[in-house]
């Protein structure tokens, strides 16, 4: 069993301020992690994904996330929002066997506001 | 190289019409995803298909069907729409079954059952 809780629904940051979006998992096995933003009308993106190697983990546009399996988190952060950032952002769990479909489990997603 | 489109972009349909939801990818990925976004919800996955020919049940299958005849397209059917299936529909595809594999979103469908 799996699971993924965003904490917050919604969050506002002003310009050049850190950006912190929050994800905490349930896995029975070791997962993998992915974070996903979703730009207003667009699909789903990838921003980074952990896979049991590098425990901090670099992504696209400026973010990074940490896997912390003693706080079983995997926090987005960003250090200086930009206004391009307000976007939808989700957090995702898989377990992390090979081979065969495994089932990925989203969050609920958190809204990034950003205040100029 | 367009990734992973869908068809129609938005539709309006009355409770108990049918319609097919069309997705397409060019990446000659093995898998492919049908999932609904609903507000307050996530992604909640529907059916999947885990290559040409074959397809399997998600977590709310329910009111759906879906077919995979071409490695390149998976079908979504709604054989009699309710209001309960408003949402936005997002298909997805991946290359390999690998646990790390990314999934690549299309645009999505924005359905309204009235």
């Known amino acids: 069993a799996q699971s993924v809780t965003q904490l917050g629904s919604h969050v506002s940051v002003s310009e050049g301020a850190l950006v912190l979006l929050r994800c905490n998992y349930s896995?029975?096995?070791?997962?993998?992690l992915f974070w996903y933003v979703q730009y207003p009308n667009q699909g789903l993106q990838l921003l980074l994904k952990y896979t049991s190697a590098a425990t901090l983990v670099k992504g696209i546009n400026g973010f990074e996330a940490e896997f912390k399996k003693s706080e079983t988190s995997f926090h987005l952060t960003k250090p200086s929002a930009h206004m391009s950032d307000a976007a939808e952002y989700f957090c995702?769990?898989?377990?992390?066997?090979?081979?065969?479909?495994?089932?990925?489990?989203f969050g609920i997603g958190t809204k990034l506001q950003v205040i100029p | 190289n367009a990734g992973v489109t869908q068809t129609p972009k938005f539709r309006v349909l009355k409770t108990g019409q049918s319609m097919t939801l069309l997705c397409a990818q060019d990446?000659?990925?093995?898998?492919m995803y049908w999932y609904r976004q609903d507000p307050g919800m996530g992604l909640r996955l529907i059916h999947y298909?885990?290559?040409?020919?074959?397809?399997a049940k998600g977590e709310v299958p329910d009111g759906y069907n879906v077919s995979r005849l071409k490695k390149q397209n998976f079908l979504l059917g709604l054989e009699s729409a309710a209001p309960s299936q408003t949402s936005v529909y997002f298909c997805?595809?991946?290359?390999?079954?690998?646990?790390?594999?990314?999934?690549?979103f299309g645009p999505g469908t924005r359905l309204l059952v009235l």
């Open positions: 990446m000659n990925h093995e898998y």
């Open positions: 997805a595809s991946s290359y390999t079954p690998t646990s790390s594999e990314t999934q690549y």
């Open positions: 896995s029975s096995v070791p997962p993998y």
């Open positions: 298909s885990v290559g040409e020919g074959t397809t």
């Open positions: 995702a769990v898989r377990p992390g066997y090979s081979g065969g479909y495994q089932k990925v489990t």
